[in-house]
């Protein structure tokens, strides 16, 4: 066969092939520029989509903003405002940390940033692929505008599934930000159309609203710690069980994960009360020291790791088993913190 020199891969190249890993459909778009937003400590985030957000996804926040001589940094590869050292990423307690997620994006797709910091007087907008930086009108915050994902990637774009498939992961991404940051308002748009609101309030409430009525009505509150460690939130009595894990949200330090430890915790703590492989519906938010966790496994991946997972795995079988057993007759406003 043939062979090529070896040659560079061109820095769009890269982020092309970067963002086949992490960029798999629009849901990772806007789980990436949710984390953003929260990151930038928003309170109110509005998520409008088009065509399950195959056409367009447009995330508006009113956080900090990125100041103008930083915006072009925003869009190049391995840039970023959230580590400057090995020491920062031990202890990284933003979402985001690897500076890639607004190149992939911007290296299949069509991008601009709006953004207004406080010290600016008025907002500037970034347009990517052609590179602009114009003034504009805008609040404090940022607003990011993604068009045509996979437009100039044909094979990848074959691969998006229907409107009603893509939007449905794209909703699940929104629920699982929305369920770790009761603090920030949310508002979701489709074609057009409100399609949720969810307004700045506690947990409970926030996992009334996107768990539903079933659920709110055979929730137990779980509140325990120890010094290192902590788990907090509601599961559902045995009745509210479903045929599905759907509806399990489960928070390692804010992050949503699917971890097998963390399950076979919490399904080996239903084992005597839930039939077969009936399902519980959950909120947990599993909250421990930054040091004895490592987030930094895979960015697309939603897998942590653990410096001591028997203990981690001990704490949580027993909060919930603990919580289970004194469950049915407690109502959930009773305060059982230990
Ligand atoms: P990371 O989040 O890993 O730093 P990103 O590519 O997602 O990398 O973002 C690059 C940088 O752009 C961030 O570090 C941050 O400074 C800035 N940024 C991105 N989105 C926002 C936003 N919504 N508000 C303010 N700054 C943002
Ligand atoms: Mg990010």
Known sequence: ????????????????????????????????????????????????LEEGGCQRIVISDDGQGIPPKELALAVKRHATSKIASLEDLESVLTMGFRGEALASIASVSKLSITTKTIADDHAWKLTHPSHEIMPAAGAQGCRIDVEDLFYNTPARRKFLKSTATELGHCVEAIKRVALANPQIGFAVWHNGKPLYRWLIGSLETRANEILGAEFQAAQLAVDASSEIISLSGFIGAP?????????QFIFVNQRFVKDKLINHAIRSAYQDVLHGDRQPILVLCLNILPELVDVNVHPAKIEVRFRDSRAVHQFIYHTVKDRLAHGAGQSRDTDDSE
Do not use: C, Y
């Open 239 to 247: 009745t509210a069980s479903r045929a599905r894990a759907d509806q």
């Open 1 to 48: 066969m043939d062979r090529k020199p070896i040659e560079e891969l061109s820095d769009k190249l890269i982020s092309q092939i970067a963002a086949g890993e992490v960029i798999e459909r629009p849901s990772a778009v806007v789980k990436e520029l949710l984390e953003n937003s929260v990151d930038a400590g928003a309170l109110a985030i509005e998520i409008r």
